[in-house]
């Protein structure tokens, strides 16, 4: 007899409700939602949640780049490294959101206008444009 080994998405199943594992794998008990359009038509639309948000907290779009972010990236580069790539994504702003602020001060107050650091931040962003429309996407998995 072979040894059977538990995988952690199925460990992580068993936490939730031991007896979800039982069912788990078995055609007679497969999730009849998986064809729903509905469902598929809901998944697809997922920018809708951003914009849900947005309706129920006025000026929070904030929270709209917190869910789209993780939607497009996944549907650009897959589920494979979304991990890691969230990491680099989340991990880059952080930079700018620390050293963006305390920049555009200096500059105000060595030059009395923050006028340099908008035209800074222009060009950075008029050079990733390009570079986002030039990023290819990997091959599907």
Request: net charge positive; with cysteine; hydrophobic share 40%.
């Amino acid at each position: 007899m072979s040894p059977r080994y538990i995988t952690k998405s199925r460990f992580k199943l068993a936490l939730q409700c031991p007896t979800k594992i039982y069912y788990d794998g078995k055609p007679e008990y497969a999730n009849q939602k998986l064809e729903d359009t509905f469902l598929l038509a809901l998944a697809d639309g997922g920018f809708q949640v951003g914009e849900l948000a947005k309706c129920y907290f006025p000026g929070g779009h904030v929270l709209s780049i917190f869910v789209l972010r993780p939607i497009i990236l996944r549907d650009y580069y897959g589920k494979t490294y979304i991990g890691s790539i969230m990491g680099l994504c989340f991990g880059l702003g952080a930079i700018g959101s620390v050293c963006g602020p305390p920049l555009a001060g200096w500059i105000f107050d060595t030059t009395g206008s923050y006028d340099l650091a908008w035209i800074i931040s222009s060009v950075l962003l008029l050079i990733g444009i390009p570079l986002v429309l030039l990023t290819k996407s990997p091959s599907p998995e």
